[in-house]
């Protein structure tokens, strides 16, 4: 049980490591290339909203 705690608390510690770094790399970025990724990832979700499935079946003649 003990080894599990440690294993979790170890888990939490390096998601923490992981999260800051990435806040760091986003730090660095321009406006620009800020405003350029949420341009495409705003397109990008557009397109996936208006997006449909459909289903065939498969009819082996």
Avoid at 30 to 52: D, G, N, P, V, W
Wanted: hydrophobic residues 40%; positive net charge; aromatic residues 10%.
């Amino acid at each position: 049980m003990i080894f599990k705690i440690n294993v979790m608390k170890k888990d939490k510690q390096i998601f923490g490591q992981a999260e800051i770094e990435l806040l760091k790399e986003g730090l660095k970025r321009s406006y620009k290339e800020r405003f350029e990724m949420a341009t495409r990832l705003f397109k990008i979700h557009q397109t996936m909203s208006k997006a449909t499935i459909s289903h065939k079946p498969f009819i082996s003649k």
